[in-house]
């Protein structure tokens, strides 16, 4: 029904930025939200950032003032800018999307397949 693709992912030194890329695609009457959870090896699930349908964004406060959230809503597709990256950071990175579905308009949630994101020298 609903599906998501990420890109981006790759191995980057300390202090470096990447850009993570997550598109939706299928039948949905509308997107709620959007945003990215990662998880690091021996680490709980964290919400990293997301964007409300609005345009209003949210963000772990580990990542806040390096990490941005944007939206292009004509594709159903979002970005997250990371600068200022640290070994901490490292993780796959899981887009999410909480859409309502057309016809009855159930809540749903679709998951991307996951990006790693290292930050090594």
């Known amino acids: 029904q609903v599906q998501l693709v990420e890109s981006g992912g790759g191995l980057v030194q300390p202090g470096g930025s990447l850009t993570l890329s997550c598109a939706a695609s299928?039948?949905?009457?509308?997107?709620?939200?959007m945003g990215w959870y990662r998880q690091g090896a021996g680490k709980q699930r964290e919400l990293v950032a997301m964007?409300?349908?609005?345009?209003?964004?949210n963000y772990a406060n580990s990542v806040k003032g390096r990490f941005t959230i944007t939206r292009d809503s004509s594709k159903n597709t979002v970005h997250l800018q990371m600068n200022s990256l640290i070994p901490g950071d490292t993780a796959v990175y899981y887009c999410?999307?909480?859409?309502?579905?057309?016809?009855?308009?159930?809540?749903?949630?679709?998951w991307g397949q996951g990006t790693q994101v290292t930050v090594s020298s």
């Open positions: 999410y999307t909480f859409v309502q579905l057309p016809g009855t308009g159930p809540n749903y949630t679709a």
């Open positions: 299928g039948s949905f009457f509308k997107i709620h939200n």
């Open positions: 964007i409300e349908r609005d345009g209003t964004t």
